[in-house]
């Protein structure tokens, strides 16, 4: 079926919860209210549902192909990686000073969405792009920035990561690619890259790496890591290409999802080593790295979002298609389509409230980091921070989580059909699975909310939080209603579970450790189910208000009914959470290792 881009929801979020008029009051995004939003996300929209989408079946069927070192993308792919350059959909969101628009992230990250909906495959070649881009504006000299900025920022030349070596996965500490510093300033770099998405194609003219190696002599472990830019093609004084550069494309891996997607392993050197530059300082690649990182992993989550939101879309539609059985309740006298069963309607349900609830996450923590990093005052920068960054976690662990078994829900309202590959929900599924392993795993999202974002400063980041959504309940029990009073209720449970574990991530971490990050990724699951559920509440409140007025009527009551879905079936699984979580520990570390 084709993809049909939520645009007044994305709005809805963007203008309520997100705020995006006082983001227009930010200097240097006077331009970027509301109405600009609009007119960006209906471009937008148009260029996904007419040109992404149609390719993102053939892409699963006939994905990227590589031969002699050459990579092919899937047919049509070349041709609409154009019209993005084209459209100047790859700046968005960068600076002016480079050529880009100069939009906020709130702006940016709906697009974002849209673009993965449409075809995730696609869409991860300039979401790597970004995190480029987002480490040379950071640590790149002006020559670095002079020189391959424009270019990327314009979709000219496309961008990738390089961490992760066969013998170092998540434990970069084990990095072994070397970097030997040349008389010219530059470096030699030498050794082998792997899982580097979009690392070889022929859809831009040029790819320039990020490449984390270790320079000569430099301290073990992760102290001595250095970030150099390692292009395909070397670049002239000019700006002009020069030659190639010693790095290959050696194979691409055969993957359960995202097919169409080159996933490469990259050799550096192997013909008198691949020249590269130094990003910043040495030894503090993965400082610069993170950067990229960061970028990545909110990216991720929006990834989740986006699979979750076409999944549904694809089981709404089988629904209303798909006749089988008597409804239970004798309201039709005959066979009816399968959206009239109460088990099919509490799935899709499901599928709606948690995407809903994770996209007005994402959109408050993008209006977060647009206040943080340009809002004139220095505490509201500060505390957009924060908030920020205890928001990263939540955004990539729970939403990716969230896809998944929004994914596996879609393929079960399928029934049998969903395990065909020819009505592509199976797809989905499999594309989903991905988001919860790179750019750090689930784990490692939960241990750097435990460890990073709780616990360091006391807990003092998660109760603020939960001091705002306290505010909210209080809004919601005043406002009255059945769906509010309902909502307050179970944030209120939720809100009480989460604070019992911060209390208990704060008070094990250095004493107890194992007891601690045994309920890791479960806290990370209360504290994302929690924060989706406030913005909900939100959403609740606002869309009340709305209909009061006359506004939008079936758009405010399916709000409203969304809200409260999620309140009495998603938002209740917290306290059991902390429950595992407070009182669990014993029993996941128990069993000696023998009987495993």
Not at 91 to 101: A, K, S, T, V
Not at 134 to 141: I, K, N, P
Not at 550 to 570: C, N, P, S
Request: hydrophobic residues 45%.
């Amino acid at each position: 079926m084709s993809y049909t881009a939520p645009v007044k929801d994305m709005l809805f979020s963007m203008q309520h919860l997100a705020n995006i008029e006082q983001i227009a009051r930010i200097p240097g995004f006077e331009d970027a209210g509301f109405d600009t939003a609009q007119a960006v996300l209906e471009e937008c929209a148009k260029f996904t549902e007419g040109v992404l989408a149609p390719l993102n079946f053939e892409g699963d069927k006939n994905p990227s192909s590589w031969k002699d070192g050459v990579v092919t993308a899937t047919p049509g792919f070349k041709d609409a990686f154009r019209q993005l350059t084209e459209g100047g959909w790859q700046g968005l969101q960068h600076p002016q000073d480079f050529g880009g628009q100069g939009l906020p992230k709130t702006i940016g990250a709906a697009c974002m969405e849209m673009l993965n909906s449409a075809n995730m495959s696609f869409a991860l070649c300039p979401l790597l792009t970004d995190g480029a881009i987002e480490a040379l504006l950071t640590a790149g000299s002006d020559e670095l920035k002079a020189t391959y900025l424009e270019k990327l920022i314009s979709g000219q030349w496309t961008g990738t990561m390089n961490l992760t070596e066969p013998q170092a996965g998540s434990d970069l500490a084990l990095v072994r690619t070397k970097a030997e510093p040349q008389p010219d300033g530059s470096y030699k770099v030498f050794g082998t890259k792997i899982f580097i998405t979009w690392g070889e194609h022929d859809m831009a003219e040029n790819i320039v790496h990020l490449v984390l190696a270790r320079v000569q002599g430099a301290p073990e472990g992760v102290k001595g890591i250095s970030l150099f830019v390692v292009p395909k093609f070397l670049v002239n004084p000019d700006g002009s290409l020069g030659a190639r550069n010693d790095a290959h494309c050696v194979s691409i891996e055969h993957k359960l999802g995202i097919k169409a997607s080159p996933t490469a392993v990259l050799q550096f050197g192997d013909h008198g080593g691949a020249v590269g530059y130094l990003v910043g300082q040495e030894n503090r690649g993965l400082e610069y790295m993170f950067i990229m990182m960061n970028a990545a992993r909110y990216g991720v989550g929006i990834q989740g979002i986006a699979i979750a939101e076409r999944a549904y879309q694809k089981a709404v539609q089988y629904a209303k298609d798909r006749v089988q059985s008597r409804p239970v309740d004798g309201s039709i006298n005959a066979s009816a389509a399968i959206i009239h069963h109460p088990d099919v309607r509490r799935m899709l349900m499901t599928m709606r409230a948690t995407t809903e609830g994770c996209r007005a996450m994402a959109a408050v923590a993008a209006a977060a980091y647009d206040a943080a990093h340009h809002h004139p005052d220095a505490q509201v920068r500060k505390d957009n921070a924060t908030f920020y960054e205890f928001m990263v976690p939540l955004v990539k662990g729970y939403s990716t989580e969230m896809s998944i078994e929004v994914a596996s829900l879609g393929v079960q309202v399928h029934g049998g059909m969903g395990f065909i590959e020819e009505t592509g929900a199976a797809q989905y599924y499999r594309d989903a699975k991905i988001l919860t392993i790179y750019e750090g795993t689930t784990a490692i999202q939960a241990n750097d909310l435990v460890g990073r974002k709780t616990a360091r400063d006391g807990g003092q980041s998660a109760r603020a939080i939960a001091a705002q959504i306290e505010a909210t309940e209080g809004q919601l029990r005043a406002s009255g209603t059945a769906a509010a009073l309902s909502m307050a209720a179970r944030l209120e449970a939720a809100r009480k579970a989460y604070l019992d574990v911060v209390d208990f991530v704060c008070g094990g971490a250095k004493a107890s450790p194992n007891a601690v990050f045994a309920g890791s990724v479960p806290y990370l699951m209360l504290a994302g189910n929690l924060v989706a559920g406030w913005q909900l509440g939100r959403s609740l409140l606002v869309a009340q208000e709305l209909l009061r007025t006359g506004q939008d009527e079936a758009f405010m009551r399916a709000k409203i009914t969304t809200a409260q879905f999620y309140a009495e079936h998603v938002l209740v699984k917290a306290p059991g959470l902390r429950d595992s979580i407070v009182d669990g520990a014993a029993s996941v570390t128990g069993l000696a290792l023998e009987s495993f």
